[in-house]
């Protein structure tokens, strides 16, 4: 009997797994591979918060308030959680996430909730995190047998969240290195650098299921909680990918 592929996914905030890997995850789904997530920060440090609270004004052109430039209002807008906090608003980006997860054939491992923003100060809390899935799900034998994958944002990208994951990998990268062994890992660009090179990752299958899963970060109903978090974040993050549904990965 054939053991299945695992990988597991490293995410520094909501939304990272359809942008940066979403076509890769699915790609994975499509062919009977287990996806596991684990997500890192608690995606509080959004600019969005502000904005969903009428701090500053909305220019998220998919949104009804941003389409005219105007400013939310929980209170007329019927917010399921009133006016967000930082806790509220990372339960907000959860849901969206869950929803993602759910389409793409993914499901959640774990939510660290380090502080968005501040992901580097945990980098071996997270690097420990991978080596315990990894020796849950198989250990050395199962890497030796490459039925292990570790996916993670780049260290190219400009975030400094996106970089303190891919260390964590490449430190657990190293510590198997060392014992002889090869795990096979994966640094996914973010869209913003597609133009640097890297492995392309597509499959004409997986494309309305890519574009499903990008449209759950899309929905504007505040009575039911959904904020539309991910598209009034990077609207043209969002947009490259539906219009460019692919993945590009390096592995060193």
């Known amino acids: 009997m054939t053991r299945k592929r695992k990988s597991l996914w490293i995410i520094p905030h909501q939304d990272d797994e359809v942008l940066s890997m979403g076509m890769a995850i699915i790609y994975n789904s499509y062919y009977g591979n287990e996806n596991f997530i684990l997500q890192v920060s608690d995606g509080s440090g959004s600019s969005v918060l502000d904005i969903l609270n009428g701090l500053t004004v909305c220019t998220c052109t ?14 007329s807008e019927n917010y399921l959680d009133g006016s967000l906090d930082k806790s509220s608003f ?8 869950e929803e993602a997860l759910t389409i793409m054939g993914a499901q959640l491992y774990k939510r660290l909730k380090y502080p968005d923003g501040s992901v580097d100060l945990y980098v071996n ?5 991978i080596i315990t899935w990894i020796n849950n799900n198989g250990g050395d034998i199962a890497i030796e ?11 190219k990208d400009a975030s400094s969240d996106h970089q303190a994951c891919a260390n964590a990998v490449t430190n657990v990268k190293n510590i198997y290195k060392s014992k002889g062994l090869r795990l096979n890992t994966h640094y996914y660009l ?8 890297g492995e392309l990752v597509f499959n004409k299958n997986c494309v309305e299921t890519l574009k499903n899963a990008l449209n759950t970060y899309k ?17 043209s993050l969002f947009e490259k990918v539906y219009n460019t549904p692919i993945s590009k990965y390096h592995i060193n």
Do not use: F, K, M
């Not at 990372?90 to 996430?97: P, W």
């Open 219 to 235: 929905l504007y109903e505040p009575i039911s909680g959904r904020y539309e978090i991910g598209w009034h974040s990077v609207q």
């Open 62 to 75: 998919v949104c009804p308030i941003g389409q005219v430039y105007g400013t939310h209002d929980p209170i």
């Open 190 to 197: 973010s869209p913003s650098i597609w133009n640097q090179y």
């Open 90 to 97: 990372s339960l907000a980006r959860d849901r969206e996430q």
């Open 145 to 155: 047998q490459g039925l292990i994958n570790i996916g993670v944002t780049s260290y």
């Open 125 to 129: 809390r997270i690097t420990n995190e």
